[in-house]
């Protein structure tokens, strides 16, 4: 009767010596697939200026017709995004719009923490989205 | 007609069409590129091929003639082979920038790609790398887009005639380019734009732009001129990003520079954002309802005490119908006075009392298409393409394509002058002299229509003696034109089988309109062009619906529908369900002696600005300051604002519904397009709202109220819809049957009338004649507030020959002071050799120069003299 005891008991300490299934999260965070869908960015070009040129091809496919572009033209008549809205709230994740773009203008990032406390911190305007998604709830102290 | 078999299937086609028109009949595609239905074709894609049988090679589709008998395919392996080939062809320096490329979505090439089933081109080219051509006005060029189809070239030159583009070069080549040296002769229409299959004609000035398929389409009507040309606003977001326009309408999708490049001045940032009311000396900023009440006690006020006859309404023919009948009930049936008039008492009456007596007809006897049709047209007083485009398109259209005789009587150039067979520079004042020196030299000539002088003419001998009297020798002198070109004339009006007569600004706004007008009717009448298809008389009013605005009986003489009081006070006292007044009341000349005296305490003033649109606006100006009471609704802030009591802001013609009536009696449909920027509301809802605080509401709580009470109360709008007027509209035509009045029963009346001799009076002080007219991309004062077309024509000018500019030492650009016996106004001097010496021209439609300052009542012909400003400052 004590052979099913130790059997048990050998599981029980292999578990105990492996290494956790669980994380301690935010202190330790998980790293997600390359191919993650988190939150947008939008890219741009080596000079600095923004890839967009306001086609509307990503607001135009958007099922969930969470994006907005006012465009505009500069002198040169090259075509930019005068604002980009972007409302996460309303935002699938499908992807749609970094496959439309046909500049590679809209990307998405690895970044899954998106939540807020309101609404109205979810819609994302062009300068936001311009910069690449900031990691939150950091801690300093040690994981372990 | 020829009977066919397209695809097997039985096509019956009308004479002289093509096989592409007759499959199109059938219901049956066939791709096409380069063809487009307003021009000729030019056959130039040779995407359009299509087989017939017994024919070896293809044929193109577009400029093939239907025959009889003729079996054709549209759909055969080889005919295929060809499509493809010809779209390999075009995407072969096609650049593929669909992203970033203004047609995109409505791009001809994109759609006969995908409908095509096209993936691609295998035939290497680079890409062309021209340069863009930006610096045209309104319009750019990308010749890398182009694939020279000749559109926009046979548009340029076919519809419009202004022929300001041109292929140039050849071969590979071969590229868009300007008729002459670098200068665009253009008249911003933006046909081209239109007519470009691809994106290489765009319009420049959609800075912020959209895509196509992001913007709704909402059809209206041009409410600009009054030619009425249906367009089509384009809206995202509650802004209106440009206009286009469809081929199937009555004005074939053709606009002009303001109704194309006009629609800015609906954001303008200069709108009216809240009712205004004068505290302490300055207009404040309040809300509606404190408008409301401080318009309405007062308006009680004064009419409890001096009566109802103390009030004064001026209208604008901007309004659409609904607005001009909610105003004039609002006189008739909340106020209780005819006190009501508008700028049309210069104008359209004039036309209107002239042309009632003559002919019973309120306005132009015939519709735009006719014109295309006739045999000579004589343009007297008014250049068409700067009052109403549209109109002018079809003459120029008349005499270059369809060979009618185009005779120009005018006192200075017009832009119909090359198409003209007959041009002659007469004084200005004297257009009813050169009717009756025409018509007595038709006579002399009996090359009059006896026959129809006879059977539906009254009063011929009266007229026939009149012309007796008058020596061929004083029209002469007074007309300043040649005996030859006289006869000439004459002979060319007589002598066409069915002949028009346009007239406008110059012969209508003189002082002696009236008798003008009627000497007009007369030459028509005596050549018995009246009663036949087309031929007729076309009075031109430069303003939106100045016919709809009389129509609605915005005048004291009559009731809506120029139904006298005396038989419709019925009708209307059960609808209305109150007592009509019946006093005679006041026009404008009258209001304004009315002002002076104190008789008149106060005016309302509905979307016009009587400081820059009436003549003598100095006098009008000291008047309505006097007004105890000065109401204005209007869209833009405007020198009648500036003195008013109390503003309201009111919603343009984007923001509202309504009808509108054009200068052929067609109407017409204005739909909403975006909602009343900021607190504005159409101008009946602000007249109902004003009568609902008076106590005694007129019952309009939708617009379509409004135009149900007019089917109920103007016979010509009976059994008209709302609903069932979109579209091309309805043409409705007042006409007054002959009583026993002037016409003496008959169907017409002469009307033998001499005009006075133009005064000559302080010649030696004021050594120039003044006419006032317009700009061609200005209509009335609205439009310049567009940006787009104060690009075009920025600021007001005078325009002198460059020999009397000589003799007073004056260069181009210069400002100068002009000065009438009553006013003055400064102005940069524009050489022109368009006036003849001893006249300047001055275009009316800046209300910061006010021009009519300067005229005397009723005119708009002054003696003037010219002095430089200041220093020299060039402009």
Partial sequence: MIIPLLQGLKLTLKYFFSGKVTMEYPEKKWDVAERWRGRHVLTKHPSGKIRCVACMLCATVCPAECISIEAAAEPDNRKYPEKYTLDLGRCIFCGYCVEVCPKEAIEMTTAYEISEYSREDLILEKEQLLEPPAPRYETKKKAG | ?875
């Fill in chain 2, 1 to 875: 007609m020829p009977m066919l078999t397209i695809d097997d299937i039985d096509v019956t086609a009308d004479e002289g069409m093509t096989i592409l028109e007759a499959a199109g009949k059938a219901g049956i595609w066939i791709p096409t590129l380069c063809y487009y239905p307003k021009t000729s074709p030019s056959d130039s894609c040779r995407v359009c091929a299509v087989e017939i049988e017994g024919i070896g090679r293809p044929m193109t589709s577009c400029n093939t003639i239907a025959a009889e008998g003729m079996r054709v395919h549209t759909d055969t392996p080889r005919v295929r082979a060809i499509r493809e080939e010809v779209m390999k062809l075009v995407l072969m320096d096609h650049p593929l920038d669909c992203p970033i490329c203004p047609a995109a979505g409505e791009c001809e090439i994109q759609n006969l790609t995908y409908r095509l089933g096209i993936h691609g081109t295998d035939l290497p080219l680079e890409r062309r790398t021209d340069p863009i051509v930006g610096h045209w006005p309104l319009i750019e060029y990308n010749p890398n887009l182009c694939i020279t189809c000749l559109r926009c070239v046979k548009v340029c030159h076919e519809v419009i005639g202004a022929s300001a583009l041109a292929l140039k070069d050849v071969g590979y080549n071969a590229r868009i380019g300007t008729r002459e040296g670098d200068t665009l002769w253009c008249d911003f229409c933006g046909e081209c734009v239109e007519a470009c299959p691809t994106g290489a004609m765009s319009n420049k000035t959609v800075k912020r732009w959209a895509r196509s398929w992001e913007m709704t389409k909402t059809p209206t009507i041009c409410p600009l001129c009054s030619a009425g040309c249906r367009m089509e606003i384009n809206v995202k977001d509650g802004r209106i990003f440009r206009i286009t326009s469809n081929i199937d309408t009555h004005n074939s999708g053709t606009l002009c520079a303001g109704g194309r490049f006009g629609y800015d001045l609906v954001h303008h940032e200069e709108r009216l954002d809240s009712p205004l009311l004068r505290r302490n000396g300055r207009l404040e900023p309040v809300f509606w309802e404190v408008g409301f009440t401080y318009v309405a006690e007062n308006l009680k006020r004064i009419v409890k005490e001096s009566g109802p006859d103390s009030v004064a309404g001026l209208a604008s023919p901007r309004l659409t119908n609904e607005d001009c009948y909610a105003f004039q009930k609002f006189f008739r049936a909340v106020i209780g006075t005819n006190n009501i008039d508008s700028e049309a008492r210069f104008s359209y009456l004039r036309v209107q009392r002239a042309m009632e007596l003559t002919t019973g007809h309120m306005g132009t006897t015939g519709s735009l298409e006719d014109l295309l049709d006739t045999d000579a047209v004589l343009v007297i007083g008014i250049d068409p393409l700067e009052e109403t485009p549209a109109l002018g398109w079809k003459v120029k259209l008349a005499a270059r394509r369809y060979d009618s005789n185009l005779i120009v009587a005018n006192s200075r150039e017009t832009s119909l002058d090359p198409f003209a067979r007959m041009r002659l520079r007469i004084r200005p004042y004297s257009e009813s002299e050169l009717a009756l020196g025409m018509m007595k030299i038709i006579l002399d000539l009996d090359l009059w229509d006896g026959k129809f002088v006879r059977n539906n003419t009254a009063n011929f001998l009266p007229m026939k003696n009149l012309l007796d009297k008058i020596s061929l020798k004083g029209i002469l002198r007074r007309t300043g034109v040649t005996e030859e070109g006289l006869r000439e004339a004459a002979l060319i009006f007589a002598q066409a089988p069915r002949a028009s007569i346009i007239f406008g600004g110059d012969v209508i706004q003189q002082e002696n309109g009236l008798q003008c007008v009627m000497n007009l009717v007369n030459l028509a009448l005596l050549t018995g062009n009246l009663d036949r298809d087309n031929a007729g008389i076309y009075p031109i009013f430069e303003k939106g619906n100045i016919l709809g605005l009389c129509d609605m009986g915005v005048m004291p003489e009559y009731l809506p529908g120029y139904q006298v009081a005396a038989s419709a006070r019925g009708t209307f006292e059960r609808v209305w369900k109150t007592d009509l007044p019946y006093t005679k009341g006041r026009t404008v000349p009258d209001i304004v002696r009315g002002l002076e005296t104190g008789d008149v305490r106060a005016v309302y003033v509905a979307g016009a600005d009587p400081l820059t649109d009436y003549p003598n606006a100095g006098r009008l100006a000291a008047a309505l300051e006097k007004a105890e009471l000065l109401v204005v609704q209007d869209i833009f802030p405007s020198p009648t604002t500036r003195i008013a009591h109390c503003v309201f802001p009111a919603a343009s013609f984007a923001e509202k519904d309504g009808t509108m009536t054009n200068i052929e009696h067609r109407i017409q449909r204005l739909n909403q397009a975006i909602p009343p920027l900021g607190p504005s509301m159409p101008d009946w809802n602000i007249l109902e709202q004003v009568s609902a605080a008076m106590g005694s509401s007129m019952g309009f709580f939708d617009v379509s109220d409004v135009f149900r009470e007019m089917t109920l109360t103007i016979p010509m709008y009976k059994g008209l819809k709302f609903q069932t007027l979109q579209g091309d509209g309805r043409i409705v035509r007042p006409f007054v049957e002959a009583g026993e009045g002037v016409r003496r029963g008959r169907r017409y009346s002469f009307a033998p009338v001499r005009t006075m001799e133009a005064p000559e009076k302080n010649r030696d002080a004021f050594p120039l004649e003044m006419t006032a007219g317009r700009s061609m991309y200005h209509f009335g004062s609205i439009s310049t507030r567009s940006r787009n077309l104060l690009g075009l024509c920025p600021e007001g000018y005078v325009e002198i020959n460059p020999q009397d500019a000589d003799a007073l030492d004056i260069g181009d650009g210069e400002r100068v002071e002009v000065r009438s016996p009553v006013g003055s106004f400064v102005a940069p001097v524009k050489y022109s050799g368009r006036v003849s010496p001893g006249m300047v021209y001055v275009p009316a439609n800046f209300p910061e120069l006010g021009v009519y300052r300067l005229f005397e009542e009723n005119t708009t012909v002054c003696r003037v003299k010219l002095t430089r400003y200041g220093e020299v400052d060039r402009v």
